[in-house]
């Protein structure tokens, strides 16, 4: 059973930066892709940015391309969040995630693990 373990969250001013890091348990290889999603109060979840444990596909919602990038350090089994330019309305609690999945970004009910989640606040 993979663990996922996020950390990096907190308060920060708009304009600001932020990186989470999502740490696995183990490097499994039955893991194909890791994925942060966000769940904003009174909204539903949803995809944030998406990796793959091997080879260079990323994916970026529209909503945060060119302000967050994803990363893997894959000798530390971590995924990395790079938030810049921070908006209020980026404020939400932020989940790792990863599937088994062959896709790089399956729909929300095929992600196998989850982690605890971390709260992102931007204030203006």
């Known amino acids: 059973q993979v663990q996922l373990v996020e950390s990096g969250g907190g308060l920060v001013q708009a304009g600001g930066s932020l990186r989470l890091s999502c740490a696995a348990s183990?490097?499994?290889?039955?893991?194909?892709?890791m994925a942060w999603f966000r769940q904003a109060p009174g909204k539903e979840r949803e995809l944030v940015a998406a990796i793959r444990w091997s080879g260079t596909n990323t994916y970026c919602a529209d909503s945060v391309k060119g302000r967050f990038t994803i990363s893997r350090d894959n000798a530390k089994n971590t995924v990395y969040l790079h938030m810049n330019s921070l908006k209020p309305e980026d404020t939400a609690v932020y989940y790792c995630?990863?599937?088994?999945?062959?896709?790089?970004?399956?729909?929300?009910?095929?992600?196998?693990?989850w982690g605890q989640g971390t709260q992102v606040t931007v204030s203006s």
């Open positions: 995630a990863a599937s088994r999945r062959l896709f790089l970004t399956p729909p929300l009910s095929e992600y196998d693990y």
């Open positions: 183990e490097r499994s290889f039955v893991i194909n892709s």
